[in-house]
């Protein structure tokens, strides 16, 4: 009788990646062949590849064999293991909707089960395998148990998900070029080729026109002026925290105290029409943010609110605790919005964006800014609204510092 040398066989394997392609008459006949082995040198062949996991289960779908791959990747002894349910490798979501259950009976229905999943380790870490389950037949129509032959991907699975983060980063990046590139022909250039043709009007006419028309065409040409410049802050400030990442500074700081400051900044624009504050904050409202962000979030949301009130209205701000999550509420008493322009506020295509900041004079690039900047800190934002009464912006923010998320892309695994 020939010997059988294992790395044939783990040669073999590894010609049949991925391990779908694996089927178990091809396995059969490879053996059969090369070779006329005993159970004992098949055992010995078995226990040798190291790199797949390959385990065998009885009809109880009781684990009764356990190869030293096995005990590599899930890190249980054959002592440890032998006996136990077959469910034991597979994490808790995975048997709660019955997976290793409907493993066996695909397998059986179909002569095998192939599946790329999470699978648990005894450490409670989990890998991504792509794996492989087919049954022991001892005649054709009577099953003795199953094999399940795995193999560990989580490296491929790391390089895969990179390349698509990757790809969404540049697509994220071109798009944000275009809008940058949007903005600065359009919403920053029209607006300054205005006031230079206001002023060069002015000068020429200066001698000639009346005092009250000039005093007006002055206070126009300031106040675009300022629009001019909050849009110039606006894409600077989306600039800085798109390509500066140690910009970015969260910390645990007091909500009421960051609401107490954009009022008293902005008290005098309210009061020229009446409006006033109401800070509803409770004293222990804490969040986990960045600052500047949320000065620079609450500030955007406010200014636009006073925008577009009534004389005499009110803009209140109150927030409340949902799970670790704290919901800011800012409502106003002012013109409201339609269901058309709700949909479009938050939305920084070209076009869009274009014409929300001609129509609300800088309004739509700050509430973008308002939009990435959440984002930015683990939150989102939404917008109630109803033409003629009013409007009420929410948004979300952390109570405490976020757990590290769990980096495969630097040897860490999932955990359950």
Known sequence: MKRIHSFRIQTYLQRLEPLNMINQQDINNFIQEQYVPDAEICSQIIDSLKDYSILTV????????????????????????????????????????????????????????????????????????????????????????????????????????????????????????????AILSHDLRSPLSGIIQGTEYLKLNYYTLEPEFIIELLEELHQASINELNMLDYLVEWARIKYAAEAFAPAKIDLIDYVKKVFESLKETASI????????????????????????????????????????????????????????????????????????????????????????????????????????????????????NGSTFYFTLPIDKPLAKENILLGAVKKT
């Not at 790809?167 to 070029?177: S, Y």
């Open 273 to 388: 029409n009446a409006v006033s504050f109401h800070n509803n904050i409770e004293e222990d409202s804490s969040v986990y943010a960045d600052g500047k962000m949320l000065i620079s979030i609450l500030q955007n949301i406010v200014s636009n609110a006073i925008k577009n009130s009534h004389s005499g209205g009110t803009i209140t701000i109150s927030a409340k605790k949902s799970k670790k999550m704290i919901i800011v509420e800012i409502k106003d008493t002012g013109k409201g919005m339609t269901k058309e322009i709700q949909d479009k506020l938050f939305t920084p295509e070209i076009i869009t964006l274009s014409k929300s900041v001609e129509e609300s004079k800088g309004a739509g690039i700050g509430l973008i800014l308002v939009k990435i900047f959440l984002e930015r800190n683990g939150g989102h934002i939404w917008v109630e609204s109803e033409e003629g």
């Open 58 to 181: 009885d009809k109880n779908l009781k684990i009764n064999s356990w190869n030293s791959g096995a005990e590599k990747i899930f890190q249980y002894t054959k002592e440890e293991i032998i006996g136990k349910p077959f469910e034991i490798i597979f994490t808790k979501e995975d048997k709660k909707n019955g997976i290793p259950k409907m493993e066996i009976e695909k397998a059986l229905s179909e002569g095998k089960s192939t599946d790329i999943r999470w699978h648990l380790c005894k450490d409670s870490t989990t890998f991504y395998a792509d794996g492989l389950v087919f049954p022991l037949n001892i005649k054709e129509d009577e099953v003795m148990g199953f094999v399940k032959i795995l193999r560990d991907i989580t490296a491929r699975k790391a390089s895969e998900d990179a390349i698509k983060k990757y790809a969404r980063e540049l697509e994220d990046l071109n798009k944000h070029k275009e809008t940058v590139l």
